[in-house]
């Protein structure tokens, strides 16, 4: 069977190495993802702590169906995993205990919620 050749790596101007398919090489990836990190602060430092892990897990008892599945497929409701800022607190405090911000969501709605109106789990929407 022939080998299909490899592409260079897209994730960062002048980056050496050859990917098979497409995308980003492994030293390249773990190099993005870093920055993001440094950017955004860990989840700790973002505070998702303790305090919030029992809050999270009461609202989820209290709220136990994701939003979106019962507005978009009344019917195929299904549980909810995330509890999801509805406007993102940037770091404010009460805004981020603010349970009124709060909604449920599964993790696929969540994941694309965040995608969509983030710009991808926490990086600046770049419009132009």
């Not at 960062?12 to 098979?20: E, K, Q, T």
């Not at 209290?62 to 019917?75: A, M, N, Q, V, Y």
Request: proline share 8%; glycine share 10%.
């Amino acid at each position: 069977m022939p080998h299909r050749l490899g592409r260079a790596c897209t994730g960062s101007p002048g980056c050496p190495n050859i990917v098979h398919g497409r995308g980003v090489c492994p030293s390249c990836r773990s190099k993005v993802g870093r920055a993001d990190r440094d950017l955004r602060g860990s989840a700790r430092e973002r505070g998702y702590d303790a305090r919030w892990e029992v809050e999270r897990v009461a609202f989820l008892r209290s709220h136990p169906f994701c939003r979106r599945c019962e507005l978009e497929t009344p019917g195929s409701i299904q549980p909810a995993t995330v509890v999801d800022h509805v406007v993102p607190h940037k770091g404010d405090e009460v805004l981020f205990w603010d349970q009124a911000n709060w909604q449920p969501l599964c993790k696929p709605h969540h994941d694309r919620k965040t995608a969509t109106e983030d710009g991808g789990f926490g990086r600046a929407v770049t419009r132009g």
